[in-house]
């Protein structure tokens, strides 16, 4: 597990040569706000994240790798791809999602729809929500078909000192209680190269990030049919 995480950062690190990335740490609460609950929660989450536009749509994704018991516990990541060759703010969207965690995979799920993408005229807020056919590989006849509609936002303000981002996520998935899933993940940070006298190389934020979510999280009893709002105390760097 570890020799793969490293390989992706390193195939990522060659990657940024040609595009904009960020590198995220984040120290998670989940233990001390729930207690016993996710006594198996590890404690830190680093991610690479990417978001590359260009002349035919956009390429995005971002790898996690969670720590715990000073050894990796699970990687995750999501890849996608929008296409769009022509005027109107509407893409065609394609995506990846899969990972790996001690005693099982993830199932990889393959997505494909639209999205609807705004921004600002300085770039300075953007939005985008996407409709989404969802196939699960690996379940059983019955659950690998889904929808999942997705909403993404980024909102910089007070001169760019502010940051706040994220992203939300409804899933119909028959396996679950009651057949939706939800998940969401803003964020906010304060980008230090904003203050005055210091330096616009020093690319370093310091923020928090709160995981929200409705049938997601599995506890230690099992039951997942339970809402959690989980924060952490972060640190990025934009390259």
Excluded at 123 to 132: D, E, P, R
Excluded at 194 to 209: Q, Y
Aim: aromatic share 20%.
């Amino acid at each position: 597990m570890k020799k793969l995480f490293l390989t992706l950062v390193f195939a990522v690190a060659s990657f940024s040569l040609f595009a904009k990335l960020n590198v995220q740490m984040h120290y998670d609460f989940g233990n001390v706000a729930y207690g016993n609950q996710l006594s198996n929660r590890p404690h830190l989450t680093a991610t690479i994240e990417n978001f590359t536009p260009d002349r035919f749509g956009s390429t995005y994704f971002f790898i996690d790798g969670n720590f715990g018991g000073n050894t990796m516990k699970s990687a995750y990541a999501e890849f996608s791809r929008e296409f769009c060759f022509w005027k109107a703010p509407v893409a065609i969207h394609i995506e990846y999602n899969g990972g790996l965690q001690e005693g099982f995979g993830y199932d990889d799920a393959y997505l494909a729809g639209i999205a609807y993408n705004w921004a600002s005229a300085d770039f300075s807020k953007t939005f985008s929500v996407q409709a989404l056919y969802r196939y699960v590989a690996r379940q059983e006849k019955g659950y690998k078909h889904n929808w999942q509609v997705t909403a993404v936002w980024g909102i910089n303000f007070a001169k760019g000192l502010c940051t706040f981002s994220g992203y939300a996520d409804l899933n119909f998935d028959k396996k679950l209680n009651g057949y939706l899933m939800f998940t969401s993940e803003p964020q906010f940070w304060f980008n230090l190269n904003a203050l005055k006298k210091v330096n616009d190389n020093m690319r370093l934020s310091i923020g928090t990030e709160v995981e929200l979510s409705q049938n997601f999280i599995w506890p230690t009893d099992g039951l997942n049919n339970r809402f959690y709002a989980i924060p952490t105390l972060a640190a990025k760097w934009t390259f």
